[in-house]
């Protein structure tokens, strides 16, 4: 750990002044460095001094790299450096015991290559020393530190305007070198005429306002003249005499004491002002404070940090705020060039710095240096800050507070059984005893609006589909929810207000057991059974209907129910809680009845009471508790999509849990009876719609009856004050409603590849689109030819010049990936390959795509219908992959693929079939993209266009502009 000695033991001409009396100095490695006439102060200067910074102490800062971890953080800007070692090591340090000791490989021409350490702020003024010792095989590393300006604003990032100064450099041989940056006033003067003249050729001016300068980083680069494999060393930093800056940067009347955040992290657990928190985020969008409290949402994610009217706004209304910092250009500047104004007490309301959504495992080094960035500028009030990433959760879990782990799956070919499992695993590879959250999809996918034509409906979010990805969350041991959307709460659009409704009572539920999901730790996962056990005569007396596994060859409707119902345990400080959810089949596209009588679950614990809790109350009727061998048998005896079942350790959590339920009760029932009558006005209008396209559904106007007649009970229920019966009301009119969705849906998929294969049967609400194109191709006569010509890949030459393979994986992967033509010439075929290095294993799932075949582009135009048919075989599973194989186009993206995982019927080959609407004319490509190991052979691709005899086509062929989140603009 690095000393700091305090400056009222300064050393004047080779003594030391302590507390006014001179004394001897002590042993460097004990409080000070070793007497000597290095330098001499007259003691009227250092008076001055300490008036000019207001009176604040100064340190000598000295660091002997005595620990068990290293310091120095490695920071490079191309893919081929690498660190190959990096230890504190016993062996040749220059004094004391450790030194800290690196291997590092570089390349020729490569991009710089730095090694960071961070130093505490530290003025600049003439009498400030730095400098480092250094032990290296090769010549060739300076020694650098960074300045900040803190009152001059950089025109070209709109941030405090940094920049370096650099130091003496390394000559190799194999020996101890001190390397010193010269910060004088002499070399500091010759540093700012360069940082004006670079400024003036940049920008046009040459003004600098350098009041309030300092240091706050060193930095070691490393020539990339060569390849060079270097050992390196580093020992006895010193940065003198060190007086803080924060007077000097702090806007006039702004207080320099420490802020005490009111989030705090730890021990896999948020809280905020020291009680259990569940942070319940929600983009803004200019929504009134009213409608914002009323969703039950307690974050609010601003697009602006500085809009205090805003923040306060929020505050005031005992809403929590999180913002987005400024975020540097890494493309035009290196971390070490770039810095951070503090913050000042105008963002006291903010809770929490969110940097972006989807951050790729390739940007960890400038995530990374991000927030470094905003923990430096937000020192005063060290707020947690959290990032939504896509892989190496665990490497962005130690640069950050808390990590997002988020995989959109809604009206794509991802099933919610994928979802789970791809949540569970990301949590499983984030830090141990560290939070983690998750964003939920909310509205359609960017690239499914973006690629639909203007005349077309635009799909919905289903409520129980919002639901289904809050419980997966929840059972995954998320310990935080945001809720994406790029609309207000408060739009007009079809759908919006059973979203906002949706949100809101998954926020009643989760803020109702916040102090239980802030502490739970899963446990189990249980195991599920559904309705009588007709075997159960069969049976011998000694055995249990659970010591029968229902086998996956039982497609009786109870034994795909209890495969599909997921139950976990999860151990809070309250007690245990079991959190059921259907994981239906297919309920990324459209959710189906999802309900069920005597569903069961084992628990491997001894339970004496245990209650169902809803929004309107804690039921005890509603469950049969039985002991038998291996635990205790929990029967739910009427099970709609979902259930919370709590195991109270005592009456005072249950009593306690009863008191907020009465309090939100009639607010929940009159959310449950809107939602339920909007709900039943959506679904009547689009099968209207397709009575007048679709093949009939049988009884479908008594479903509908029955629903309306279930939600009219609901809102007199509510009327009359009877809260309790009301939630059971709604759920059941909507269970109806999704049993006549899935039908109609049912029916327009039976024939297709995939639901994904038509742009219009990704959701019920598209599906007269869906019926309206297909009638027009019936009619239309004028099909073109085939617009991929090299899609039969018997033409070699065509293949190999056309066609595009690329690779995510490193250049150093253990994994061989290839794509082949294989067969006759006359026949040929792609082979697209991955396979395992002899003797290597990987664990879990492949974050990058070993390889991927682009076809060339084909010209497409606006209104016009594209049809895509081919072949695939797969003779084995794919492996370390939940997605297989992806067939998409650049239409749609991957959000619209077609997805492979498992052999194809008997290993033979199978067809496959999409199509797409063109919204906007221009060029389409196909893709093929093998994200795990193994083999897949792909044939016979083809392409034709149909033009459509309809409506005139739109004139507006431009894409529509991105939806945006809160964050920085420009990235």
């Known amino acids: 750990m690095p000393r700091q000695v305090p400056l009222t033991s300064r050393r004047f001409e080779g003594v030391v002044v302590r507390d006014g009396a001179p004394v001897l100095s002590a042993d460097r490695h004990q409080s000070t460095r070793p007497v000597g006439k290095r330098f001499c102060v007259p003691l009227f200067v250092w008076v001055c001094l300490c008036w000019l910074t207001s009176g604040l102490p100064a340190e000598d800062f000295i660091e002997g790299f005595e620990g068990d971890t290293p310091t120095w953080r490695f920071l490079r800007h191309s893919s081929q450096a690498k660190v190959l070692q990096q230890v504190c090591s016993n062996d040749n340090a220059r004094t004391g015991q450790k030194s800290e000791s690196l291997v590092i490989e570089t390349f020729p021409n490569d991009q710089p290559v730095e090694l960071i350490y961070k130093l505490p702020a530290a003025v600049r003024f003439d009498e400030l020393k730095s400098s480092v010792w250094v032990w290296s095989d090769h010549p060739g590393i300076q020694a650098v530190v960074r300045v900040q300006l803190p009152n001059q604003i950089d025109p070209r990032t709109g941030q405090a305007l940094v920049f370096s100064v650099f130091g003496d450099i390394h000559g190799g041989g194999g020996q101890w070198q001190r390397l010193e940056i010269d910060l004088s006033d002499r070399a500091y003067k010759e540093t700012m005429r360069r940082v004006r003249s670079d400024l003036s050729r940049r920008v046009g001016t040459n003004k600098l306002n350098e009041q309030g300068a300092f240091v706050d980083q060193m930095s070691l680069h490393l020539a990339t003249v060569q390849k060079v494999r270097w050992n390196i060393r580093i020992d006895d930093l010193e940065l003198s005499p060190v007086v803080p800056p924060q007077a000097n940067s702090l806007q006039e009347g ?230 994406l959307s790029f609309h207000s709460l408060e739009s007009t659009e079809p759908g919006t207000e059973e979203r906002r409704l949706a949100i809101e009572l998954a926020n009643y539920q989760i803020r109702l057991l916040e102090p239980w999901l802030a502490t739970a730790k899963v446990l189990q996962q249980a195991r599920v059974q559904v309705a009588q056990d007709k075997k159960s005569s069969q049976r011998s007396p000694l055995l249990s209907r659970w010591d029968v596994r229902p086998g996956s060859e039982d497609l009786s409707p109870a034994g795909i129910a209890a495969r599909q119902i997921q139950a976990t345990v999860l151990e809070c400080d309250q007690g245990l809680m079991v959190l059921v959810n259907w994981l239906e089949d297919n309920a990324q ?41 291996g635990g205790t048998e929990v029967l739910i005896k009427d099970l709609n999509q979902s259930t919370v079942i709590l195991i109270a350790n005592d009456n005072q959590a249950k009593d306690a849990l009863n008191s907020q339920i009465a309090r939100v009760r009639p607010m929940v029932s009159e959310a449950w009876s809107n939602l339920a009558r909007a709900k039943l006005e959506r679904v009547r209008d689009v099968h209207h719609q397709l009575v007048q396209l679709a ?140 396979v395992m290095a002899r003797g290597r294993t990987i664990a879990g799932t492949l974050e990058q795509s070993p390889v991927t075949m682009a076809s060339p582009a084909f010209t497409v135009s606006a209104g016009d219908i594209i049809r895509v048919q081919g072949r695939i075989q797969i003779r084995k599973p794919l492996e370390s992959t939940t997605d297989g194989l992806l067939i998409y186009d650049s239409l749609v993206g991957t959000t619209g693929a077609l997805r492979f995982t498992e052999p194809t019927a008997h290993g033979s080959w199978q067809d496959f079939e999409f199509y797409r609407e063109v919204a906007h004319s221009g060029e389409m490509r196909i893709f093929f993209e093998l994200k795990g190991l193994g083999n897949v052979w792909l044939d016979d691709l083809r392409v034709t266009a149909t033009q459509v005899d309809g409506p005139e086509k739109s004139p507006n062929n431009e894409p529509p502009e991105p939806r945006r989140l809160p964050t920085n603009e420009g990235k």
């Open 254 to 483: 702004e207080s320099t004491q420490r802020i005490p955040p009111r989030v705090r992290i730890g021990d896999d657990r948020v809280l905020l002002d020291g009680q259990p928190f569940f942070p319940l985020i929600i983009p803004y969008h200019g929504e009134s404070t009213e409608t914002l409290a009323h969703s039950s949402v307690n974050v609010i994610w601003v697009p602006d940090y500085t809009d205090r009217a805003l923040l306060d706004q929020l505050s005031d209304a005992g809403l929590g705020v999180m913002a987005t910092p400024p975020q540097p250009d890494f493309e035009t500047a290196t971390p070490d060039m770039v810095g951070l104004l503090p913050f000042n007490s105008s963002t006291d309301p903010i809770l929490l710095w969110m940097l972006d959504v989807q951050i790729p495992s390739s940007r960890l080094q400038q995530a990374s240096a991000w927030a470094e960035m905003v923990r430096d500028a937000d020192r005063q009030r060290s707020r947690p800050i959290m990032a939504d990433v896509m892989g190496k959760e665990r490497e962005f879990h130690r640069e950050l507070s808390l990590v997002g782990a988020s995989r959109a799956i809604l009206h794509t070919s991802k099933t919610p059984q994928n979802y789970a499992a791809t949540l569970e695993h990301r949590q499983r590879m984030a830090l141990p005893g560290k939070p983690i959250f998750t964003l939920i999809t909310t509205e359609p996918a960017e690239e499914l609006l973006a690629s639909r034509p203007a005349r077309s409906t635009a799909p919905i979010v289903e409520p129980e589909q919002i639901w289904m990805q809050t419980n997966i969350a929840l059972a995954a041991g998320y310990k935080g929810i945001g809720y």
């Open 589 to 629: 596209y459209q959710p189906g009845r999802m309900c069920a009588k005597d569903v069961r679950i084992l628990v491997n614990r001894d339970v004496v009471q245990a209650c169902e809790m809803t929004t309107t109350g804690l039921h005890l009727h509603t469950l049969g508790l039985t002991r038998v061998a």
């Open 695 to 834: 093949p009939p559904v049988t009884n479908a106007e008594p479903v509908l009856r029955e629903a309306s007649q279930l939600a009219d009970q609901a809102q007199k229920a509510h009327e009359s004050g009877r809260f309790g019966e009301v939630e059971r009301l709604a759920r059941s009119s909507m269970a109806y409603l999704r049993d006549l969705q899935q039908t109609h849906w049912k029916i327009a998929t039976g024939r297709e590849t995939s639901p994904s294969a038509s742009p219009h049967t990704i959701c019920f609400q598209t599906l007269p689109d869906h019926w309206r194109m297909k009638e027009a191709l019936k009619k239309s006569t004028h099909v073109s030819d085939n617009l991929l010509k090299s899609g039969n890949f018997d033409d070699t030459d065509a293949v190999f010049v056309s066609w595009r393979k690329t690779s995510d994986l490193p250049e150093n992967a253990s994994i061989s990936a290839t794509a082949l033509l294989v067969g006759p010439p006359e026949n040929s075929c792609l082979q697209l390959n991955a």
